[in-house]
């Protein structure tokens, strides 16, 4: 069992900046890859970013790329999702999400893992 806690949500004004975490604890066996989604009111969640185990690979959704940055401390075992620029669109529930392989090819493939969420609201 892998268990995901995701921090570091808020409130901003459009073009600021944030940065969330997700700690991560439990059987994590042999490495995992991590994603990035979200889910705004009324929407379907949608993926957002995502890595493989060693981080040589990487995939963002195209409304994000450039500006989101997803990267991790392997030490304390935390994935991060650096925001920059944020525009109002971006408001939504984010969700860190693990999949038992290290490794991935093409589309990132959706874990059974999940965080709880965290709030960000972006203000135009």
């Known amino acids: 069992q892998v268990r995901l806690l995701e921090s570091g949500g808020g409130l901003v004004q459009a073009g600021e900046s944030l940065k969330l975490s997700c700690a991560v604890s439990?059987?994590?066996?042999?490495?995992?890859?991590m994603g990035w989604f979200r889910e705004a009111p009324g929407k379907e969640r949608e993926f957002v970013a995502a890595?493989?185990?060693?981080?040589?690979?990487?995939s963002y959704a195209d409304s994000v790329k450039v500006r989101f940055t997803i990267f991790r401390d392997k030490v304390i075992d935390v994935v991060y999702l650096r925001m920059n620029s944020l525009k109002a669109e971006d408001t939504a529930v984010y969700y860190c999400n693990a999949h038992p392989s290290p490794w991935y090819t093409g589309n990132y493939p959706t874990g059974p893992y999940w965080g709880q969420g965290t709030q960000v609201t972006v203000s135009s």
């Open positions: 439990g059987r994590t066996g042999s490495g995992y890859s």
């Open positions: 890595m493989s185990w060693n981080g040589r690979q990487t």
